[in-house]
């Protein structure tokens, strides 16, 4: 299975569109490991660069790395601006090239398909994989948030997808992990969907998904709580225009700490292009 990748904040991100993510899909029930599949956003960089485990999973378990952000786009296409080599001009365009790059991101977000093709979030994967499931007769397993949300999202995604199978759920209840794998093992599910938040979900899948029997297992973040409708999600053209950090700050202003990920990581790209050579 070859792989498409670029590197941010040396962090492997995989360039592909949906089709070819499915198709990853196709090819990982083949193999005779269980794999893993990450969605990386701006925090996942960050975070990664203070967990060398995590970023051990991210560049080396996960078999797959879907750009779950406008800002990874963003810095991908950034970095490969061409810029001279002259002293002193050189570091003027970057700086130039920077500030403008992320003026225009909203207005002009279709320029930012390369080298990564396209902005896959969990949220939205998460019915590709269903409808690959259903396609296919394999079943799916929940694992994460409280019990209604587990619930609500299992009931939606059977509604809008015919032939779903869901072999089961469990809540994110980690005092109770014995009896959720055990849970998961006798369900005989082919895919794992772990709503538990990053890092914590990719170290349970990298520490566990041998153990329940499943093939491929996907960490979703708060997947599960747009599809039940705790949370609102952004507005269509929002998430398209890279704004959806912005909407999720307005509707959720505790998240405003972990908003600080996105001019980090504008801050750290810029000084890796200027460093370069």
């Known amino acids: 299975m070859k792989r498409n990748t670029f590197k941010i904040l040396d962090i492997k991100i995989d360039s592909l569109d949906v089709e070819e993510a499915e198709l990853r899909l196709s090819e990982m029930m083949e193999m005779e490991r269980p794999s893993i599949i990450c969605t990386p956003n701006t925090e996942f960089l960050i975070k990664a660069r203070h967990d060398e485990e995590f970023k051990k999973i991210l560049n080396t378990k996960s078999k797959l790395n879907l750009p779950d952000s406008y800002g990874l786009l963003w810095a991908a296409r950034f970095l490969t601006l061409s810029a001279p080599k002259v002293?002193?001009?050189?570091?003027?365009?970057?700086?130039?090239?920077?500030?403008?790059?992320?003026?225009?991101?909203?207005?002009?977000?279709?320029?930012?398909?390369?080298?990564?093709?396209?902005?896959?979030?969990?949220?939205?994967?998460?019915?590709?994989?269903?409808?690959?499931?259903?396609?296919?007769?394999?079943?799916?397993?929940?694992?994460?948030?409280?019990?209604?949300?587990?619930?609500?999202?299992?009931?939606?995604?059977?509604?809008?997808?015919?032939?779903?199978?869901?072999?089961?759920?469990?809540?994110?209840?980690?005092?109770r992990e014995d009896e959720a794998i055990?849970?998961?093992?006798?369900?005989?599910?082919?895919?794992?969907?772990?709503?538990?938040?990053?890092?914590?979900?990719?170290?349970?899948?990298?520490?566990?998904?041998?153990?329940?029997?499943?093939?491929?297992?996907?960490?979703?973040?708060?997947?599960?709580?747009?599809?039940?409708?705790?949370?609102?999600?952004?507005?269509?053209?929002?998430?398209?225009s890279g704004l959806e950090w912005l909407y999720r700050l307005v509707v959720e202003p505790k998240r405003f700490k972990r908003q600080f990920a996105l001019p980090q990581l504008a801050f750290l790209v810029l000084r890796d292009k200027l460093m370069s050579k």
Not at 94 to 116: G, K, T, V
């Open 182 to 240: 055990e849970a998961m093992k006798k369900s005989r599910a082919d895919i794992l969907l772990v709503c538990l938040g990053a890092p914590l979900q990719e170290k349970w899948l990298d520490a566990n998904l041998a153990k329940t029997g499943c093939k491929i297992g996907v960490g979703l973040g708060g997947t599960f709580d747009f599809i039940a409708k705790i949370v609102p999600r952004a507005p269509r053209f929002m998430q398209k």
């Open 87 to 175: 002293p002193v001009f050189r570091e003027i365009i970057i700086l130039l090239e920077w500030i403008l790059s992320l003026i225009l991101l909203p207005i002009l977000s279709r320029l930012y398909h390369y080298p990564l093709k396209e902005k896959i979030s969990g949220s939205d994967f998460i019915w590709d994989i269903a409808r690959f499931a259903a396609k296919n007769k394999y079943r799916v397993f929940l694992f994460g948030g409280a019990p209604v949300v587990a619930e609500q999202t299992a009931l939606k995604l059977q509604t809008d997808v015919f032939d779903l199978r869901i072999a089961g759920m469990f809540h994110g209840d980690l005092t």
